[in-house]
Every structure is written in structure tokens, then in C-alpha cells.
């Protein structure tokens, strides 16, 4: 059993950075791809980011390539989320994700994978 707390979330103004920490429980965490994913109101949960589990690796969507780092700490069983130059289409509830996969092009939480509770960013001026 892995459970996940997200802290770091907040408003920022447009152009300013924040950087989003994911908590692990469990001495699985250093097996598992990790991912951050994010939902905007009225939108459908989306993938944002993914990080092998040793860390080498990272994925990202497109709309956050280059202003968005995704990194992991497995001493501490954490994963960061490191978000510059934002946007007011960034402004969603970001979860965290424990046992990420892609699929194509897309990716998902494995069936047996685990979700944090969510952390509210909000962009605005």
C-alpha cells in the first residue's frame, strides 16, 4: 500500500514559478514510474508529467515542455514537480500518481496504482 500527499499548490501570478512536492508511505516507492496529472474545472483529468523510477527518464506534455521539471528524490521518497513561467491554463487540481505507464503516446495510472488527494493551483492576475 503506497499513499501519497501533494503539498506546494497556491496562487501564483502569471509568469511566476511554484514547485509541487509529492509524499510517499511505503518501501515500494523506488519501483514505481511516478507521474503528476491535472484537472481544470469542466475538463477531463489530463497527464502532465512522468519520471522513471530511478529517476533517468522524464516525460511531459506537451504544453508544459519547457517550463516544467518533474524530478524525484527516492531517499526521501518524494517527487517534485517544478513548475516556471506559468499560465492561467495551468490553473487545475494536480495529483499525484504512483505506478505510471504510457500507452501510446498517452499515459495512465496502472489498475493497481495509487493517486494522491490533489493540490489546487490557481494562475491569475
Known amino acids: 500500500q503506497v499513499q501519497l500527499v501533494e503539498s506546494g499548490g497556491g496562487s501564483v501570478q502569471p509568469g511566476g514559478p511554484l514547485r509541487l512536492s509529492c509524499a510517499a508511505s511505503g518501501r515500494t516507492f523506488i519501483s514505481y514510474a511516478m507521474g503528476w496529472f491535472r484537472q481544470a474545472p469542466g475538463k477531463e483529468r489530463e497527464f502532465v508529467a512522468a519520471?522513471?523510477?530511478?529517476?533517468?527518464?522524464?516525460y511531459y506534455t506537451d504544453s508544459v515542455k519547457g517550463r516544467f521539471t518533474i524530478s524525484r528524490e527516492n531517499a526521501k521518497n518524494t517527487v517534485y514537480l517544478q513548475m516556471n513561467t506559468l499560465k492561467p491554463e495551468d490553473t487545475a487540481v494536480y495529483y499525484c500518481a504512483a505506478d505510471v505507464a504510457p500507452s501510446g503516446s498517452r499515459w495512465y495510472v496502472r489498475k493497481d496504482g495509487y493517486w494522491g488527494q490533489g493540490t489546487q493551483v490557481t494562475v491569475s492576475s
Open positions: 519520471v522513471s523510477h530511478n529517476g533517468v527518464n522524464t
